[in-house]
């Protein structure tokens, strides 16, 4: 949401307004009064900016799992990090060969921007992480980025996303994400006995 960035770095996070309804009445050169289109809000995303958020999200999540890849010595975490490293980045290229269907780019936007920032704590504080912390506070702040990654999806970016292919992607990407979670409560639960 780290998808997926990550997905968290998931995690995903920012305001969006949501653009009024109605439209105003303007006059037309015979005096009619037609309806006019509202303005588009400044911060509505387009499916280009909507795919740059997962886009960078799963970026973030294969950086965060290769540290873990790098400093863990649990085989339940190593096997965690390998399901990121190989599903985030399946995620990244469904998604850029999406776009390229599309004839788009992932953009950058408020949203991709706060996903990316989210991703740079997470993977400072895994890198000052202690030896003995670092397992649960790698798994915890999955939790946490993949939490938000979850809330991302389903308060902003699926239901404004504005194609099929789109909106499938982040559904299944959804998927994912909360199998994801489920693990790495799981593993952090085993962890903790």
Known sequence: ???????????????????????????????????????????????????????????????????????????????FAE???????????????????????????????????QGADALKTLHEANADDFDKKYLKTQIRLHEDTLKLLDGDLIPKASTPQVKGLLNDMRLHVQHHLAVAHSDLDTLSK
């Not at 499916?47 to 886009?55: R, S, T």
């Not at 490293?85 to 269907?101: C, E, F, M, W, Y």
């Open 83 to 117: 399901m990121m490293v190989r599903d985030h980045t399946a995620a990244k290229n469904q998604g850029l060969s999406i776009a390229k269907q599309l004839g788009l780019s992932p953009a950058t936007s408020a949203k991709s921007a706060d996903v990316q920032k």
């Open 1 to 79: 949401m780290t998808l997926l960035r990550k997905f968290s770095g998931c995690a995903i996070v920012g305001a969006l307004a949501v653009t009024t309804a109605g439209a105003a009445l303007a006059g037309d050169s015979t005096g009619k009064k037609t309806p006019a289109a509202a303005p588009a809000n400044k911060t509505d995303l387009t499916d280009a900016q909507i795919l740059g958020v997962p886009d960078v999200a799963n970026t973030d999540e294969v950086d965060q799992a290769n540290v873990a890849l790098s400093r863990t010595h649990s085989d339940k975490v190593k096997s």
